[in-house]
């Protein structure tokens, strides 16, 4: 069902006004990206509209918006630096119709995986990295085209003018809600900034830096059908198959974390898979129409929640309002202050930061802790996609490491002279070596019964393990007698022959993990 905004005007005039919001503060993201991924302005602002409307209609989060990132930005570098634009076209193109596989393989339900502290650290350092990315703006080129801090009066405007935005974001809402504290920021700072004279930095300064063109501007036209002219051939193929599969990776990794932190300040639910396809589809257009690609933005998706954009409407608006500006508008945008700009960042990255985490030091487990300041850290010093992977890693590793000492024995010899072993807890690869030393197969007595009725196996090396055990007690002649176990781990005991005998009673039909008995 195609829902395009909640019912009611009061939703439609929200949708629409956050989403004019959200495209005022997009025109700098894209150009900035844009530079940093070696193409110019307008494929950045291309990516940014495409993706933007694509996602927002097809998507499977509404309110979320997607549009060029800094994260896919760097990895395109090398590409277009070493083989040019047309190479990056392909590239994403092939990005897109990877993420397409993911969300029709329904590889999207995995972002249930990343653990919370994960999560922790990931918003933190996005909060970091998005408020570290608006110090640029505080450097200006000198006559030799080097970026010095500003200093003196235009420091003072600058810091004056981003201070007032804040201020007008934080206490609008308690005022009214008419309208969007964020764009009444954007547009009482304009007019301020204009009337009065200040020498404030504006976008289209901003434009001229970055491109050295005094008559540098965001107006184009519409984006036009392109394939990208690339030899179709194995050589092509070999250049552009890893960068896509990394933008493919990165692209649907940030997109589903934003997915669940959007998920969690609403509290409704997206769909991981549907959003794959949305951004893949979103991808392979902007292979076709000269684009750079992106993924989900977290800093303009907080933007647009904290402004009352809740529905597809609101991204839908972006979108459109984004190509108004390109198509008519560049003017009226290209003379808002940069600092007014800046002072919404700000008000995001104070929003996005999880101040929380300070207190919950020392409450929740070291490891936790640990796990949360390496994303972090790794999210500003690399990217969010390899941050979330390392947190991934070291999550499961600590996992692995705590459970492996849960496995233990009850031991006891009857009146039969027969000792027993009665296991409790999992037996996976990282508890084998501690269920290994659990038994004393020298000293043992010739008869004895291990009883998994209480534990688990749950992958391969448990499976080795145990046909390992088998083989100790076969060398030591003695009889070994397992109950409780599955068939499965039944099947793998052919080695230690008429020695090892597998009570078939009462045993678990469950299944292991186990790419040989899948």
């Not at 640029?136 to 201070?163: E, H, T």
Request: net charge negative.
């Amino acid at each position: 069902m195609f829902d395009l905004t909640c019912p009611g005007k009061q939703c439609i005039k929200n949708d629409v006004l956050s989403g004019l919001t959200v495209a005022l503060a997009l025109v700098p993201e894209a150009v900035a990206f844009a530079f940093v991924a070696g193409v110019e302005p307008l494929v950045g602002l291309y990516a940014a509209f495409m993706m933007g409307i694509i996602t927002a209609t097809i998507g499977g989060r509404p309110g979320m918006i997607s549009g060029a990132t800094g994260a896919m930005a760097v990895v395109m570098v090398s590409l277009v630096a070493q083989h040019g634009v047309e190479y990056l076209f392909a590239a994403v193109l092939l990005a897109g119709l990877i993420q397409i596989l993911a969300g029709v393989l329904r590889l999207g339900k995995f972002i249930r995986l990343v653990p919370y502290p994960v999560m922790l650290g990931f918003v933190n350092g996005l909060a970091i990295v998005i408020f570290l990315a608006q110090l640029k703006q505080f450097q200006v080129p000198d006559a030799a085209g080097n970026l010095d801090w500003m200093s003196g009066q235009p420091l003072m405007v600058m810091l004056g003018l981003v201070a007032l935005t804040m201020l007008i974001i934080h206490y609008l809402p308690k005022l009214t809600s008419m309208i969007p504290a964020s764009l009444a920021a954007i547009v009482s700072v304009t007019l301020i900034a204009t009337y009065s004279g200040l020498d404030a930095r504006t976008v289209q300064d901003v434009l001229v830096d970055m491109t050295g063109n005094i008559e540098a501007t965001i107006a184009g036209g519409l984006p036009s059908f392109h394939i990208p002219s690339v030899p179709l051939t194995f050589e092509t193929l070999y250049i552009i198959v890893p960068y896509a599969v990394i933008l493919a990776a990165v692209g649907l990794i940030e997109s589903l974390l934003t997915l669940s932190l959007i998920d969690e300040l609403t509290e409704t639910r997206g769909r991981g898979n549907k959003e794959c396809v949305g951004q893949g589809v979103a991808n392979m257009t902007n292979g076709l129409f000269g684009g750079m690609g992106g993924c989900a933005m977290i800093g303009q998706s907080m933007i647009n929640i904290n402004s009352g954009g809740r529905g597809r409407l609101s991204g839908i608006s972006a979108a459109l309002f984004l190509l108004a500006f390109i198509l008519f508008g560049s003017s009226l945008i290209e003379m808002i202050p940069v600092a007014a700009l800046v002072g919404v960042m700000f008000i995001v990255v104070l929003g996005t930061f999880e101040w929380a985490s300070f207190r919950m030091v020392g409450k929740i487990p070291l490891a936790d802790t640990f796990v949360g300041i390496l994303v972090m850290v790794v999210t500003v010093l690399t990217d969010l996609a390899i941050a979330v992977i390392v947190g991934v890693i070291v999550s499961a590793l600590v996992f692995a490491w705590e459970h492996a000492k849960h496995i233990s024995a009850k031991t006891y010899i009857d009146k039969y002279g027969i000792k027993h072993y009665e296991l409790t807890g999992p037996l996976f690869f990282g508890s084998v070596q501690n269920f290994a030393d659990l038994f004393d197969p020298k000293n043992d007595p010739d008869e004895v019964m291990v009883d998994f009725a209480n534990a688990r196996v749950y992958d391969h090396s448990g499976l080795e393990a145990i046909d390992s055990l088998a083989e100790r007690y076969t060398r030591a002649e003695k009889r070994l007698h397992i109950k409780h176990l599955s068939q499965e781990c039944q099947n793998l005991l052919v080695k230690a022959g008429d020695l090892v005998e597998v009570n078939m009673m009462e045993d678990p039909r469950y299944h292991v993990a186990d790419d040989r008995l899948a």
